[in-house]
């Protein structure tokens, strides 16, 4: 294949997954839209839930994509195999989801002790509770999505991701205002909108892909799910290590003022969708790199990566370009008070630097689950993050008065080294891969 052929590929492959990542992000983003013309302290409730449940959610995303590889992996005469792994990840995420929610419940008595305004914390007790119950059918749809994207049909969770997301908006504008004869819910109904919209994604894949999972049986096999504990825990924590400093970042952000947590929750809510892209191109690099490795053709495997690295860097240099000149409109759909509004102006410009880097780190990190390398990625987030980005965050923010800005700035210098120890963990590996 020629490197023009990897371009069309990664393409084809991609586009249909970044849309179905998209679908995730875009809850989150009608949410924040429509609860943003409620006021500043609904959607910093919104925020400061948000920032708790997109923890848990991204772990379980992470744990998730296991399955992707190894079905990729395997020969596609081997159907028994591939319902093999798709019977034990609907064990293992469905389990997993109800313990995340169990959690969720316990954790939100002590809401207060996170430092926010008391009007906030009050406003974001019973919406977390209802967004981190849709943690249940969002794992089943989104094991059934990966088990699919596997087998390289992007198209069904595509579709599903759309028409889930119009019913999204559409129940929003119901539940939270009050049309159609609902009662006005405010924040709660952003929540409930949430919760249908995902179970209604379950029905809708199961229906669409019927028959990949013909002939699945209840036999499960601890080998199996220990496998798919393997890869999926450290993919799992690379996204909890990262969100996890995005969402401190948040509660930090909460000490300044309310007005400061929701501009932090405007900005990172339009950084999301072009990470949630980038994602999507790094699903869709893990799924030809597996291919690539399940072919033992290393030429190709490592065009793959590197032709995957080059489109989301084009991508994101031009979403970088989208959000400095379009900013003030974008910013304006979210909010009117005029603080808000100013605050993230400054946080956007700051965004846009490190889109490149955004993007770069998250198909690396595709890349590295394609080769099933997922221990080493997991401790460099937890590096880059923790051990350098939060601190630095505080510093710059705290004692170096930079307020929410030096927060970003910490957390753009984090997003940068992990690009680049992604991308130079991925060339060391591909020179030592002998078949």
């Given at each position: ?150 087998q390289s049909n992007t198209l069904s ?74 890869i999926g825990v450290p993919s799992g ?152 980005a939060i601190p630095g965050s505080y ?41």
């Amino acid at each position: 294949m020629t490197i023009k052929d990897h371009f069309r590929k990664n393409i084809v492959l991609a586009v249909p997954v970044i849309i179905g990542q998209l679908g995730h992000i875009m809850v989150s983003v009608a949410d924040t839209v429509m609860v943003g013309k409620l006021g500043v302290i609904p959607l910093a409730g919104a925020t400061f839930a948000t920032a708790i449940y997109h923890v848990f959610m991204l772990f379980g995303l992470g744990v998730s994509y296991a399955i992707t590889p190894l079905v990729a992996a395997t020969q596609p005469a081997d159907k028994k195999g591939r319902l093999v792994f798709l019977q034990n990840s609907i064990l293992l995420n469905t389990l997993l989801a109800l313990i995340m929610y169990l959690i969720t419940l316990i954790l939100t008595p002590y809401l207060s002790f996170f430092g926010q305004e008391p009007a906030v914390t009050w406003s974001a007790t019973f919406y977390l509770k209802i967004i981190s119950m849709s943690l249940i059918p969002l794992m089943i749809f989104q094991t059934v999505r990966q088990f699919s994207e596997g087998q390289s049909n992007t198209l069904s969770p595509m579709i599903v991701s759309v028409l889930a997301n119009l019913l999204n908006v559409l129940l929003n504008y119901a539940f939270i205002y009050g049309h159609f004869g609902f009662s006005e819910m405010g924040l709660n109904g952003a929540g409930y909108a949430t919760l249908v919209s995902r179970c209604v994604m379950v029905i809708l894949m199961m229906v669409l892909t019927r028959d990949m999972w013909r002939g699945i049986s209840a036999h499960f096999d601890l080998k199996v799910i220990k496998r798919l504990l393997k890869i999926g825990v450290p993919s799992g924590l690379q996204y909890v290590f990262e969100i996890g400093a995005f969402s401190m970042a948040g509660v930090m952000a909460g000490w300044i003022s309310a007005a400061t947590l929701a501009a932090h929750q405007i900005a990172l809510n339009m950084v999301a969708v072009t990470y949630m892209a980038a994602s999507g191109l790094g699903a869709a690099a893990a799924v030809r790199i597996a291919n690539q490795m399940g072919k033992k053709d290393l030429k190709n495997l490592k065009l793959a990566g590197f032709s995957c690295l080059a489109l989301v860097a084009v991508f994101m240099f031009l979403a970088a370009i989208f959000i400095i000149t379009a900013r003030h409109w974008l910013i304006q759909l979210y909010i009117e008070d005029e603080a808000v509004q100013k605050i993230s102006l400054g946080l956007l410009l700051i965004a846009a630097g490190f889109q490149i880097s955004d993007g770069l780190q998250a198909v690396g990190l595709g890349i590295l689950r394609g080769l099933t390398d997922v221990k080493v990625p997991a401790f460099v987030t937890f590096f880059v993050y923790w051990i350098c980005a939060i601190p630095g965050s505080y510093l710059l923010a705290f004692h170096f008065e930079m307020g929410l800005s030096g927060i970003w700035y910490a957390l753009s210098g984090a997003l940068t080294l992990a690009a680049l120890l992604h991308i130079f963990r991925f060339i060391y590996l591909a020179n030592r891969i002998q078949f």
